[in-house]
T-cell receptor, first 116, second 116 residues
Framework: GDSVTQMEGPVTLSEEAFLTINCTYTATGYPSLFWYVQYPGEGLQLLLKATKADDKGSNKGFEATYRKETTSFHLEKGSVQVSDSAVYFCALSDQNRGSTLGRLYFGRGTQLTVWP | EAGVAQSPRYKIIEKRQSVAFWCNPISGHATLYWYQQILGQGPKLLIQFQNNGVVDDSQLPKDRFSAERLKGVDSTLKIQPAKLEDSAVYLC??????????????FGPGTRLLVL
């Protein structure tokens, strides 16, 4: 079945450091891929997404590229800020396969803490 | 635009008691999802509605969990009787229409349930 594997956290960085959070997936066909972020005390928010191979999603300085050959969707940011401290979830959706379900399969989440 | 509303935000009950959670999706969103997020894990789909009909409840423990969306707008998720392992955050999400490459799920803040 469909699944997502994320690197385990927590990840602790100093401000302005480079961030990579690894995500790989297992799915039939070509799913859509997402990164969601959960700030303390808030609900999940979509950070970025990509719907086909080689697409790059980007938002707020974060980027992730849909790599079909390595079944990966790693999240990167060149210079993190204290305000980026949150839990990051990688997810996939079956909506690209003509399914009307559009359900999301999430990874376990990676806690990021950025120190000033 | 108002987001997905959920209540209560927190609930503490004893095992074998019953509990109900409420969700009001974004206006006009036809598809509504309930997810369960156990501490340290990613959210897992419990049930999906399309308008007032159930699309997928294959992961819902039907011996104790039930959900309804009678008028195709707000939804209620119930647990009766609760078990210790039901302690989790219950997330509600909605999307305009399931399926299609551009659909994004919008999440509510969640209800944090603790079963003692």
């Amino acid at each position: 079945g469909d699944s997502v594997t994320q690197m385990e956290g927590p990840v602790t960085l100093s401000e302005e450091a480079f961030l990579t959070i690894n995500c790989t997936y297992t799915a039939t066909g070509y799913p859509s891929l997402f990164w969601y972020v959960q700030y303390p005390g808030e609900g999940l928010q979509l950070l970025l997404k990509a719907t086909k191979a080689d697409d790059k999603g980007s938002n707020k300085g974060f980027e992730a590229t849909y790599r079909k050959e390595t079944t990966s969707f790693h999240l990167e940011k060149g210079s993190v800020q204290v305000s980026d401290s949150a839990v990051y979830f990688c997810a996939l959706s079956d909506q690209n396969r003509g399914s009307t379900l559009g359900r999301l399969y999430f990874g376990r989440g990676t806690q990021l803490t950025v120190w000033p | 635009e108002a987001g997905v509303a959920q209540s209560p935000r927190y609930k503490i009950i004893e095992k074998r008691q019953s509990v109900a959670f409420w969700c009001n999706p974004i206006s006009g969103h036809a598809t509504l999802y309930w997810y369960q997020q156990i501490l340290g894990q990613g959210p897992k789909l419990l049930i999906q509605f399309q308008n007032n009909g159930v699309v997928d409840d294959s992961q819902l423990p039907k011996d104790r969990f039930s959900a309804e969306r009678l008028k195709g707008v707000d939804s209620t998720l119930k647990i009766q009787p609760a078990k210790l392992e039901d302690s989790a955050v219950y997330l509600c999400a909605s999307t305009l229409q399931a399926g299609g490459n551009q659909e994004t799920q919008y999440f509510g803040p969640g209800t944090r349930l603790l079963v003692l």
